[in-house]
């Protein structure tokens, strides 16, 4: 991670696209959170990249002015796994929705998990398929009434934190977007946190499926006597289902695989075709 | 003529295969041109499997139409392949095994089982034995053999002093039994030979030393037949170089992976097989639309669906020109030999970053296992071609460097080509996306800015087929027979043009390599050029003749071969004959 010398706003980040979100739209409070976070982290625009997959959410890198990779659905976290493996160098956030990285997508999430790449993960969730008009999500609740589950969702629903904890990614964390200052220091963490990090960001959509006033009511800051190396006492909070805690439930320092290959690299040389060849002589 | 065709049948797991390469190496290293040609069942363990390798003092072209020896380590080797063996050849086998019917070959018993558990006492090197037997009768000579094996045995993780001293002399007793015990009675003998500057490898192998030698710096890829060779290869070559390999999780990942570490500006390459391949296409129409170069390697193995995994079949070509929805530029090369397999995954990197687009190499199973002596020369470092950069201009914000944001990233030029940037200091940021979009890459529906778009995405097509090297017509220039072909089975057309040249028939080969874009007037040159264009594709639906069809009118006269197995130069020869 690349730090400039002076002192970044979150509007030196803002790019000149318009963000294409209904109006109240939550991604709106994750994307300055995000803005917040990269300025107070002073990250160079030119040497960070924002990946995404596809759904509403995902279109947050054409809103922020560092370099953006808005891939296909789903994707986001094997095309930022291989960029920070090849170029270690960078500063590498995963954007999304519940969609892109617990349906289409969450197959990735358990080998990210595996690796520990050392890569940033915001997923917006809004509890709902909004590109597409409100059809059912994996988070959304049992019993969800939409335009694809008419007689209501008859699957049981998604836990990100828990698969998180349970995956023993090395940082897991949940925030609001209502609450975009504490968004905002969560993503400083996560990108500061060297390995996976994973970051739930609660993020109502109030078009299709208006949470707003139900998540109000039930994020709660984790407990201040929390001890975040202790990964049995994080699942009982990401257990909870009266409350949503928000904060670092779980982190812990382990070996990345970016790190292992650039150590194995550091004894490279220079490639010699002739030399190479010997063996087939 | 100074050669030979050796086939050795047998159980796959008992050694068929390692023996006979051995005797490729052996022969391949004492100055002998060598060509192996080997199917094998799916399983490991078990299942009929065969290695026919031909031998020989001038350059070899095709895996031989018959053999001359046929060698059976069971009675199912006999019955699978007896049929095959040329008239007048030799039949080698263990009279413990089986009882030979009578029929228009020389048979020599050699009780491979027994010398190897009685003489020997140590069954294992039964397959030394065989190939010992092999040497002393037809070559090539023992010390040749001693040489290979010595070193071969000496690398592996098994090596010890017994077992090589067992080898050894299970190599001894078969040159005795044979020479004190048979009466040679064939004309099969390889003569003596000169030395040679060759290299010995298989097709996958030379991807992996082409890909090292392309300055390949990241490379992700999922385990599938008969492509993992590559992925292995590079797990243990890239990071000696500098680069960075990683196993993914599936091929979408392995290709997203790739267009990521891509957009890195790093060079980059996947390999599969028909089955992820079929996964990656989503991923191939966004490297298009987003213009990120890729390579993507297609070891092609008979389809539909899982197929025959182990088996020889052309029948992606009509996918891969095809793969992902929506109008889709993309480049494709199909290599003819080992030879290529390293020069043309070289032009493959540089195709793909001259021209940011993804570029699909479509080898397949026969190319991936065939073992070929090659010329050292034409392993020689060959040029590298980058992708065509933005300047930056290390925008300030506040008095710090960073990125000027939204460059004219898909700026339109006349070739097509518009400069990248890769993140860095002072690079130019923007947005790669699969979404249509204006000239900085914001998202952009416009009727007339989709056409523009669509219009300089495919003139870089254009570009490339002038610029790129046009194939060279082979055999007469009068010729009233033309035969155009694809991939691995160049050689063998060729070889089928000098036997109908020498019996009198005019005839003349094109092998476009480079697939897409097609060179569309050396073709049709050489269509107007003869009466009758033969086609020949080990595929059903012959898909390069639908191709020449659509484009060029064509009517081909299709030759079709889907068992599984390569044509042999006998095949289309008697396809040439028919037509004339």
């Not at chain 1, 988070?139 to 209501?152: A, N």
């Not at chain 2, 070959?105 to 090197?125: D, H, M, S």
Request: net charge negative.
């Amino acid at each position: 991670m690349l730090q400039t010398p002076v002192n970044l706003t979150p509007k030196d980040y803002k790019s000149e696209v318009k963000p294409t979100w209904c109006p109240g739209c939550g991604d709106f409070g994750v994307l300055n959170a995000a803005y917040r976070g990269l300025a107070n982290l002073k990250l160079s625009t030119d040497q960070t990249v924002v990946v995404s997959g596809i759904g509403c959410s995902s279109r947050f890198p054409h809103f922020i002015k560092t370099f953006g990779f808005h891939s296909v659905h789903g994707r986001a976290l094997p095309v930022a796994q291989g960029l920070k493996m090849a170029r270690p160098d960078l500063t590498v956030v995963a954007v999304g929705g519940d969609g892109d990285f617990f349906s289409i997508g969450a197959g990735h999430l358990v080998h990210a998990a595996l690796r520990n790449i050392d890569i940033t993960v915001v997923v917006m969730d809004n509890e709902t398929y909004g590109l597409t008009k409100g059809q059912t999500s994996p988070t959304s609740p049992h019993g969800h009434v939409t335009k694809s589950t008419p007689y209501g969702q008859m699957a049981s629903s998604f836990n990100p934190i828990a698969t998180a904890l349970t995956l023993n990614v090395s940082f897991v964390a949940r925030g609001y977007s209502a609450k975009p200052k504490e968004l905002a220091v969560l993503i400083e963490q996560g990108i500061t946190h060297r390995g996976f990090s994973f970051i739930h960001a609660l993020s109502p959509c109030p078009t299709f499926y208006n949470t707003f006033d139900a998540w109000d009511a039930s994020v709660t800051p984790i407990p201040s006597d929390h001890d975040a190396s202790d990964s049995l006492k994080a699942l009982a909070l990401a257990m909870n289902t009266e409350k949503q805690y928000m904060g670092i439930f779980y982190q812990v320092d382990r070996p990345t695989m970016d790190q292992a290959a650039q150590e194995l690299s550091q004894r490279s040389h220079e490639f010699d075709i002739d030399k190479y060849m010997s063996r087939y002589a | 003529m100074n050669e030979i065709t050796i086939r050795i049948g047998g159980e796959s797991g008992e050694g068929t295969i390692s023996g006979g390469d051995l005797i490729a190496l052996g022969a391949a290293r004492w100055g002998y041109h060598v060509y192996t040609f080997r199917t094998f069942p799916a399983e490991i363990l078990g299942g009929p499997c065969m290695f026919q390798v031909r031998l020989g003092d001038q350059p070899i072209k095709s895996m031989g139409d018959y053999p001359d020896v046929l060698v059976c380590l069971n009675k199912e080797a006999y019955d699978r392949n007896i049929s095959d063996l040329r008239h007048g050849g030799v039949l080698v086998y263990d009279p413990a095994d089986f009882t030979p019917d009578a029929g228009d070959f020389i048979a020599y018993a050699i009780p491979f089982n027994e010398l190897a558990r009685k003489e020997v006492q140590l069954f294992q090197t039964k397959n030394m034995i065989v190939i010992g037997a092999i040497s002393a009768l037809f070559g090539p000579p023992l010390e040749a053999l001693v040489q290979v094996v010595e070193s071969k045995l000496s690398r592996s993780r098994k090596a010890n002093p017994v077992l090589m001293e067992k080898n050894m002399l299970a190599l001894e007793i078969a040159m005795k039994y044979v020479t004190q015990q048979l009466y040679k009675r064939d004309p099969f003998k390889l003569g003596p030979v000169e030395k040679a500057d060759r290299v010995v490898l298989n097709g996958n192998q030379a991807v992996v030393a082409g890909a090292l030698a392309a300055k390949c710096g990241f490379f992700a890829g999922y385990p599938i037949t008969p492509a993992s060779d590559i992925m292995e290869g590079l797990a243990k070559e890239l990071p000696q170089v500098g680069g960075t390999f990683m196993q993914a999780e599936d091929e979408i990942a392995a290709l997203a992976s790739v267009l990521g570490a891509s957009f890195g500006g790093v060079r980059s390459m996947t390999a599969t097989s028909g089955p992820g391949f079929s996964l990656m296409t989503e991923l191939i129409g966004y490297a298009s639309m987003a213009e990120l170069p890729a390579v993507i390697v297609d070891a092609q193995r008979a389809g539909p669906s899982t197929g025959m995994p182990t088996k020889m079949e052309q029948s992606d070509l009509s996918f891969a020109l095809n793969a992902s929805h929506g109008d889709t530029p993309r480049m494709i090369i199909a290599p003819a030999n080992v030879a290529d397999c390293y020069s043309l995954i070289i032009t493959a990197f540089n195709m793909a970053e001259r021209y940011q687009m993804p570029v699909i190499f479509l080898t397949d199973q026969s190319l991936t296992a065939r073992v070929e002596s090659v010329d050292r020369s034409a392993f020689k470092p060959m040029e590298i071609e980058e992708r065509v950069k933005i300047e930056s201009n290390g925008a300030s914000v506040n008095g710090a460097t960073q990125a000027a944001h939204s460059y004219s990233r898909y700026a339109y030029t006349e070739s097509g080509i518009s400069p990248i940037s890769a993140p860095g200091p002072g690079a130019m940021a923007y947005v790669a996306t699969g979404l249509e979009h204006d000239e900085y890459g914001h998202p952009d529906y416009e009727p007339e800015d989709h056409m523009a778009m669509m219009e300089k995405r495919f003139r870089k097509l254009d570009t490339a087929a002038e610029e790129l090297p046009k194939p060279q017509r082979y055999g007469d220039a009068d010729a009233t027979i033309g035969i155009i072909g694809w991939g691995s089975t160049e050689g063998t057309i060729q070889e089928a043009v000098d036997r109908a040249r020498a019996n009198g028939y005019k005839v003349a080969s094109l092998h476009p390599k480079i697939l897409s874009p097609l060179p569309n007037r050396t073709i049709r040159d050489f269509i107007r050029s003869v009466k009758k264009v033969i086609v020949p594709e080990c595929n059903y639906t012959g898909q390069l003749a639908n191709l020449l069809g659509a484009k060029y009118g064509l009517q081909a006269i299709r030759v079709n071969k889907f068992g599984g197995i390569p044509f042999t130069a006998g095949e289309i020869l008697r396809a040439i004959e028919e037509v004339s």
